[in-house]
């Protein structure tokens, strides 16, 4: 998701490029999982965790990228290598965040909203970010929610900063329905929408439910893709 100035215009593959993006601390990060962008400001703010890390164990390497949000700016993105700020922070123990899909909210007056899943060991959550406005910092707007039911948010996408949809790539919770959904190919993903503190679902019997985008037609009416 970005936020809804209009589209750049088209870039022919060949000029597309890999370019090597670093943290405050020189740490090379890895495991870029979604990016969002403020045209506006020209900021593009990237979640990102490292996937080879053990869920449940403390790495003994304190210059190794564990996971965070981090706002790099477009101008640069023309280097082979950039330095990224830190929105959310790279932690050195099992509960460093693991943010999977990213959401940029922009509101009439100004104001922005980062909403992040961390999925966390056991715990994945739901992150409100209040953006400063550089636009390179961040503070938490409100408790991380949670939900029993979502065990594998993917990505969100949000109506107002209290009304969002959350993507549950898969609705087994045990090992054991893992397994068997993932060998059976069984349809229990969906779609959650939260609103003041209550859970729903949107929409079931979904095949791993992934990347959520809005668009948004009028204060009447909004698309949502799965």
């Not at 589209?7 to 593959?13: C, D």
């Not at 990102?48 to 706002?71: E, H, N, S, V």
């Amino acid at each position: 998701m970005s936020d809804d100035a209009a589209a750049p215009a088209p870039v022919a593959v060949s000029q597309c490029r890999f370019v090597a993006v670093h943290d405050e601390q020189g740490r090379r990060v890895v495991g870029i999982e979604d990016i969002v962008v403020d045209h506006a400001r020209g900021i593009a703010y990237l979640s990102a965790y490292d996937r080879r890390q053990p869920l449940d164990t403390t790495p003994k390497m304190p210059d190794r990228f564990l996971g965070a949000i981090l706002a790099v700016p477009i101008a640069r993105m023309d280097q082979a290598r950039i330095a990224a700020r830190t929105i959310l922070p790279s932690g050195k123990s099992a509960a460093a965040p693991r943010p999977h899909g990213l959401e940029l909210l922009i509101e009439p007056d100004g104001r922005r909203w980062l909403f992040t899943i961390d999925r966390q060991y056991a715990m994945p959550r739901i992150l409100t970010l209040a953006l400063t406005d550089d636009g390179f910092s961040a503070q938490a707007h409100k408790p991380p929610r949670a939900a029993p039911a979502l065990c594998h948010p993917n990505n969100i996408a949000a109506i107002d900063h209290d009304r969002l949809f959350v993507s549950n790539d898969r609705g087994a919770c045990s090992w054991l329905g893992l397994a068997a959904e993932n060998m059976l190919g069984l349809k229990r993903s969906f779609l959650a929408y939260l609103h003041a503190g209550a859970f729903s679902v949107a929409a079931g019997e979904l095949f791993f439910a992934n990347g959520l985008a809005i668009d948004r037609l009028g204060p009447d009416r909004l698309d949502l893709a799965v």
